[in-house]
């Protein structure tokens, strides 16, 4: 009785040992007192901000960014839930701001702001009218056009496990992943110049550890612990974003529809980055010259 008593307690031990060895791994989360923060810039934010700057802005309209995926959350969570944020295009204008390379202008709410102009020009007074005076809306150079296209779930599941006596581990994961499509229009012609589709995975990891053992003829012991995490879809669409207008300037680079303000700048590294993950090598593109659209 005395020896199976002394391995139930090094069972015990081992699987406490287990446990505070999985549970050491563990992030606290955030209190939920915590003040708002700014979202966290992405390794793509941070390359956007980063391209050589432009030889002229490029003014640019978007009008929407749809969701067109068509899926909705599975239940039970929500039978009306989309799968992805419905704010995408909010997210691309601050993409094409970040960017240095565009001027958005505002298009999607369009109808508001006349509104409030006017509302300016009937308040205004025979007095104010030498003073009041609103400017021409900028039009746009080129339009933004493009959507969320796909968002497929559980493109890679795995996981491996163990148990002995009572005491184990599991890991599991999935994969899901979202693709962005993203396209520049010529308002003059129609003409489309260029179109780039990028694809960021969600990554969700859960790790949990546990003990399942009678210690005693009438003495049962059970540990559980563990910790799951997944990726904010929402991030992933923005990262998604981003990625696409960074293509898109580059590949407008080497199409030549604008241009940069030093062309030293052609072999800076995050350009250089973003243009060998083209369709053509890097080495085959010529060095670009002044364009229409950023001259």
Not at 156 to 164: D, I, L, N, Q, S
Not at 225 to 238: A, D, I, K, M
Not at 242 to 266: F, N
């Amino acid at each position: 009785m005395r020896a199976c008593r002394r391995i139930a307690a090094r069972l015990c031990a081992a699987g406490a040992a287990l446990l505070l060895s999985a549970c050491a791994t563990l992030q606290e989360p955030a209190p939920a007192d915590d003040n708002a923060q700014l979202t966290p810039a992405t390794r793509i934010t941070r390359d956007l901000v980063s391209l050589p700057p432009p030889k002229g802005k490029v003014v640019a309209a978007v009008y929407g960014f749809r969701d067109q995926t068509g899926q909705y959350k599975p239940s039970p969570d929500s039978s009306f839930s989309t799968l992805v944020t419905q704010g995408a295009a909010s997210m691309l204008v601050k993409a094409l701001k970040d960017s240095g390379w565009f001027t958005p202008v505002e298009r999607e709410n369009l109808q508001n702001l006349l509104t409030e102009r006017k509302i300016v020009r009937a308040l205004e007074t025979p007095q104010d009218k030498a003073v009041v005076n609103l400017p021409a809306l900028m039009p746009a150079t080129v339009l933004i056009e493009g959507g969320i296209v796909a968002y497929e779930t559980n493109v890679r599941t795995g996981g491996a496990g163990a148990r002995y006596l009572g005491v184990g581990a599991k890991t599991q994961y999935r994969v899901d992943q979202v693709t962005v499509v993203l396209r520049t229009v010529d308002i003059r012609s129609g003409q489309i110049l260029n179109s780039v589709s990028t694809t960021k995975t969600i990554y969700s990891h859960e790790l949990s550890t546990g003990v399942f053992r009678f210690v005693n003829f009438k003495e049962l012991l059970e540990l559980e612990g563990g910790y799951t995490r997944n990726e904010p879809s929402q991030l992933c669409v923005r990262e998604a974003i981003e990625a696409a207008v960074a293509h898109l300037i580059a590949q407008g680079l080497k199409d030549r529809v604008w241009a940069l303000r030093d062309e030293a700048d052609w072999y800076s590294p995050v350009l250089q980055t973003y243009l060998r993950q083209g369709e053509e090598p890097v080495g085959q593109a010529a060095a670009p010259r002044a364009g229409a659209a950023g001259s």
